[in-house]
């Protein structure tokens, strides 16, 4: 089919569903005319690769990425000897690679091994009269079974991107300080030991930074706020960092994600962080900070990711005048010191969370472009949320995009809970569990349909279940055990469908889920609409609301965890943003 094309320069089939086998009755691809580009990554092709590719000696381009391709790493690629650019990552294929191998490809501009193959890099002893491309400007190397920082890196004068994370490093050079063109350096899921040195500085072209999951010790550099006006994405999470978190970030800095979660740092919050007029995620959950709410982020107009789980901030949560989070769409400040009554001032400030805002598709339409366009690898960004044994996963690009929550559990917040709270009703998530609300179930909790997850438990809530719950269609896990709830389990829609152990530890409970029975299954009529029309019509949240939602990383990230756990994992937020 394609050899009658005589003047074909390229083929572009990323994303589809193809064989390379000449027995596909869609495609046959094992005669082509003498193209320069062949673009086949994501297009869930398997087995070896093709010989017939050999014969293509003047590809400049030849991206196979994504996809299941195993076996051997065949040595032909290295005689392509017009190749630009190779992209062989994520594929399942073993062997090793000889450093004199690339030297043949002396017009190599991009290299791509990492990502779910099994690759040896092999340097070799005898070096120094191997050439390697020196313009080289983008290089992947993840799971290549690397110990050390591949020295001809060094010589690579051009180099922009490199990502040499999933290997067992444990010391980075210190050359690797002076690759001044560097904008994207990814070491993160190593075993680096050391201090990051201040001379991390020096790269002030960095658009993306990510060295989490390894056991860095000391202090972050002071500078990291501040030394570089192009920094988007900056991931140090999974350390043993300690000390104070930079307190200095410059105006007009580009700061998108942020994320030290899972270190040993303590102090208070830098207030410079209001400079960040960039920010959408801020990650520093699993820290010791000791600071009061902050409520001052709402300053931030594009935030949409706040995370202090597990530290100890204290007080209550509130502002001390109006104050409103544009964007917000996940904040997570469970397993803290917070105290106080939740009013419904607060939770006025996330109007955010109403679907009238999250159903604007111009909402996030910057930031999809941005995710699909940048460096970070989108299908690694992932938000997880476990309870008592339940687990979702929101996998890829779609957690920012539908992913509304909020987490307080853990903490001790007292009084009634807002009926306000009804009218968030883009939540997917709400974990009030583990504090010491009282009253009873707000019935507006009806009105909440796009909600997944209902986390009420040990708390001292009293009074019926509202019937108005059963239409809450979308609901996965339900639990308001452990309070003080009375009367019968509505019998219909979801809340049918959760056994005894969303219910246990309410005495005066009964229901087909439990042990005691209810003598008269009826249940209470619904209210009137009339008791919630002053508020309705008072309020600045609209009705009839379509569902679009969208909502970090970088580098942003990170998950987030519900009932005991509830956590940002980002990125891995935003691998590749930058």
Not at 51 to 64: E, P
Not at 92 to 110: A, N, P, R, Y
Not at 159 to 182: R, V
Not at 453 to 464: E, I, P, T, Y
């Amino acid at each position: 089919m394609f050899l009658k094309l005589k003047m074909l320069n390229g083929l572009h089939l990323s994303g589809n569903k193809l064989s390379l086998f000449s027995q596909n009755r869609y495609v046959n691809l094992t005669i082509l005319p003498p193209i320069q580009r062949l673009e086949l990554s994501g297009c869930n092709l398997a087995g070896e690769v093709p010989t017939w590719i050999m014969n293509l000696t003047t590809l400049s381009h030849l991206d196979l990425s994504r996809n299941n391709l195993q076996g051997e790493i065949p040595y032909f690629f290295f005689r392509l000897e017009n190749l630009t650019v190779l992209e062989l990552a994520n594929n399942i294929l073993e062997g090793q690679i000889e450093l004199d191998m690339l030297s043949k490809l002396k017009k190599l501009t991009v290299l791509g091994f990492g990502g779910g193959n099994k690759l040896f890099f092999l340097e070799g002893k005898n070096t120094s009269n191997v050439t390697i491309p020196s313009q080289i400007q983008y290089l992947e190397l993840s799971s290549c079974n690397l110990v050390h920082f591949p020295n001809f890196i060094q010589h690579l004068q051009e180099l922009t991107d490199l990502s040499i994370s999933y290997n067992s490093i444990k010391t980075i050079p210190s050359w690797i300080w002076n690759k001044t063109t560097l904008q994207r350096l990814e070491i993160f899921n190593n075993l680096l030991i050391a201090e990051i040195s201040p001379l991390i500085c020096n790269l002030q072209s960095l658009v993306h930074l990510d060295l989490s999951s390894n056991n860095l010790v000391g202090m972050i550099p002071s500078c990291l706020g501040s030394f570089s006006q192009s920094l988007r994405f900056l991931r140090l999470a999974g350390n043993k960092l300690i000390g104070n978190i930079p307190q200095t970030y410059s105006k007009r800095n580009a700061l998108q994600f942020i994320d030290f979660s899972s270190n040993n740092l303590y102090g208070q919050l830098p207030r410079s962080l209001v400079n960040c007029r960039m920010l959408e995620l801020l990650d520093v959950s699993h820290n010791h900070l000791n600071d009061s709410f902050p409520f001052w982020l709402q300053s931030l107009p594009k935030l949409k990711v706040i995370s202090l789980r597990n530290n100890k901030f204290h007080g209550a949560i509130k502002c001390p005048s109006n104050c409103t989070f544009l964007k917000l769409q996940i904040i997570d400040l469970s397993q803290n010191d917070f105290s106080g009554n939740l009013s419904s001032e607060i939770i006025k400030n996330f109007r955010s969370m109403t679907l009238s805002n999250t159903s604007d598709p111009a909402h996030f339409k910057d930031d999809v472009y941005y995710l699909q366009h940048s460096l970070i690898d989108i299908e690694l960004l992932s938000f997880s949320m476990s309870n008592k044994g339940v687990v979702m996963d929101y996998l890829g690009v779609q957690y920012l995009h539908h992913m509304v929550a909020v987490d307080l559990s853990c903490n001790k917040i007292y009084g009634e809970i807002p009926d306000t709270m009804g009218s968030l009703n883009g939540l997917v998530v709400l974990n009030l569990s583990n504090n010491m609300f009282t009253g009873s179930i707000p019935s507006s909790f009806g009105k909440l349909s796009n909600l997944e997850v209902l986390d009420l438990s040990l708390n001292n809530l009293s009074g019926n279940i509202p019937q108005q719950l059963t239409g809450l269609t979308f609901l996965d896990f339900f639990n308001v055990s452990f309070n003080n709830l009375s009367g019968p389990i509505p019998e219909s829609g979801q809340l049918s469908t959760f056994d005894d152990n969303s219910f246990k530890g309410n005495n005066d409970l009964c229901g087909i889920q439990l042990v005691k029975k209810c003598k008269d299954h009826s249940m209470p009529p619904l209210p009137t609409p009339e008791g919630n029309q002053d508020f309705e019509s008072g309020s600045f949240f609209k009705s009839n609301w379509m569902v679009i939602l969208i909502g970090y990383g970088g580098g942003l990230l990170a998950g987030l965890a519900l009932g005991n756990a509830f956590a940002v994992d980002v990125y891995r937020l935003l691998k590749r943003i930058f």
